[in-house]
């Protein structure tokens, strides 16, 4: 499958701002897509697809900070970025306490800009990259039977085959079954491999 490409997202109630964003970021190679009102932008919003959004701070109807809690709300994680043509200071701190990558003050310098979406695509494709390894992961671990599960969970805390025979009531032997199956399932190819796992599960 070919990758979606990054968009950079840009809401802005001045249309000239959208138009000289537009051309800046189109003649530095990035897809674009402006809206002139948030209510535009959350109608189609999608977190589905990759990039970043640069929004203005001060919009009728929802402000910047109000339409990045909005994002939040309906699960889309893009990485923000701000602009303002205010020396708003609060807001810059709520801005990025909430995660904005970055609060820029129009005029801002055109390469300002640019590097803070550098970083900001950086960002993204980290997340959906964690995302997706979390994502593989659970669905390795949703391969094993209740049973398996419940020795993974026992071996990956460092109980032996006997340590966990007996918290479960059943033999040794049959630990030693549901262990080699646990790791052929898994792919993992040690306990040790098999405790990376089980942590890397539960930090997703």
Avoid: W, Y
Wanted: hydrophobic residues 45%; contains cysteine; proline residues 5%.
């Amino acid at each position: 499958m070919t990758p979606t490409p990054a968009t950079i997202f840009l809401v802005d109630d001045d249309e000239s701002v959208l138009r000289g964003l537009g051309r800046l970021l189109r003649a530095a190679g990035h897809v674009t897509k402006p809206f002139a009102s948030p209510s535009e932008f959350l109608a189609q919003l999608s977190g589905d697809t990759p990039g970043c959004a640069v929004l203005d701070l001060r919009m009728p109807g929802l402000n910047g900070l109000e339409l990045q809690q909005a994002m939040e709300s309906k699960d889309c994680h893009l990485p923000v970025i701000f602009i303002s043509g205010h020396g708003d200071v609060p807001a810059s701190v709520r801005a990025m306490k909430a995660g904005a990558v970055d609060f820029l003050l129009k005029p801002f310098d055109e390469q300002h800009l640019l590097g803070a979406i550098s970083q900001a695509l950086l960002k993204d494709a980290a997340v959906r990259a964690s995302r997706a390894e979390t994502a593989a992961l659970h669905a390795r671990h949703a391969v094993l039977t209740p049973r398996e599960r419940e020795v993974c969970t026992l071996v990956a805390q460092g109980l032996t085959n006997k340590e966990v025979a007996q918290r479960l009531g059943t033999t040794e032997k049959t630990i030693k079954v549901h262990r080699a199956r646990v790791i052929q399932k898994l792919d993992v190819d040690s306990v040790a491999e098999l405790v990376r796992f089980v942590d890397r599960l539960g930090q997703g």
